[in-house]
Every structure is written in C-alpha cells, then in structure tokens.
C-alpha cells in the first residue's frame, strides 16, 4: 500500500499548541514513511514596531529559530522519523505556511497546533491555522489534543 501522504509540513511557534502537533506529525509522518519538514516563520512585521529596526534583533531571533529548530530535529530523529528537513523562513506565516512552503516543498499535509486566540483576536488579526486551513491547497490538520487525544488541562 502507498503511503497517504509522502511530505508533511508542521508549522511550530513555540507555543504548547505547535509542540503537539510537531508531536503528532511524527507519528504521522512514521506511519506513512513520510518526509516531515518542521519550519519556523519569523514573522518580520513585529519588528516593524520598533522605532529604527535593529538588525541584531532579527539575527537574535533567527538564531532561537535554528537552535529551537534543531531540538525539533533530535527529537523527531530520536522518535524515529529518519527524514527530516528544517525551514526558517520570514514573512507573514499565513501566506508563507499556505502558499509559499506548500508549493515549494509539494506539501500534501499542513499539521499545525490550533489557535490560542479568543474570539475578539481572531476577529482583529486572524488566526493562522484558520487561514491556512481555508487557502492551503493540500490536506490541512488542526491539532487540538496530545498523543493520548486528550484536551490539555487549561481546554478542559
């Protein structure tokens, strides 16, 4: 039989949320020996809110992005997924996650945690997974429980 899906790409952030959908795409992505790609999009707008951007801001975070990445990646390699990829990139991560990397990458499966927004944030700026999910052009997970597919404790 042929694997469902062949490239899977999760989105992690650093939030609790991306942690457990990085956590289960490596289930996934064993199960269908697919290549799993774990990108980080660093998201440029925020420092458009400095008064006069400070490249070492942009350097700094680049540099947490690749050692978070690299964590991700000894952790998938240990969970037994033999390939793996990491992305940064920079941008809006709604665009870059849904267009971007998707087609880039030939992307057949977006994994992302669900939005940690309430309501009103979701009107105001909009959720990524909820834009991803509407413009990607590939299958879309929205993970909202742990690997035992429990609701963390603050869902409950």
């Known amino acids: 039989m042929l694997p ?3 490239k899977i790409l999760v989105a992690i952030d650093g939030s609790d949320e991306s942690e457990q959908a990085f956590k289960k795409a490596i289930q996934v992505a064993k199960r269908n020996n697919a290549i799993l790609y774990i990108a980080h999009i660093i998201d440029i707008r925020a420092f458009e809110s400095v008064s ?3 490249e070492n801001l942009a350097e700094e975070a680049t540099r947490v992005a690749r050692d978070t990445l690299n964590n991700y990646l000894d952790y998938g390699k240990e969970h037994g997924v033999d390939d793996i990829q990491t992305i940064i990139e920079y941008g809006a991560p709604k665009t870059v996650i849904s267009k971007q990397l998707q087609k880039e990458h030939n992307i057949d499966l977006i994994m992302l945690g669900a939005t940690g927004l309430n309501a009103m944030e979701r009107i105001l700026i909009g959720s990524v997974s909820s834009y991803v999910a509407r413009h990607a052009e590939c299958d879309v997970l929205i993970v909202r429980t742990d ?6 404790t603050k869902e409950k």
């Open 147 to 152: 690997l035992n597919n429990e609701l963390p």
């Open 52 to 54: 006069s951007f400070d």
């Open 4 to 6: 469902e899906y062949n």
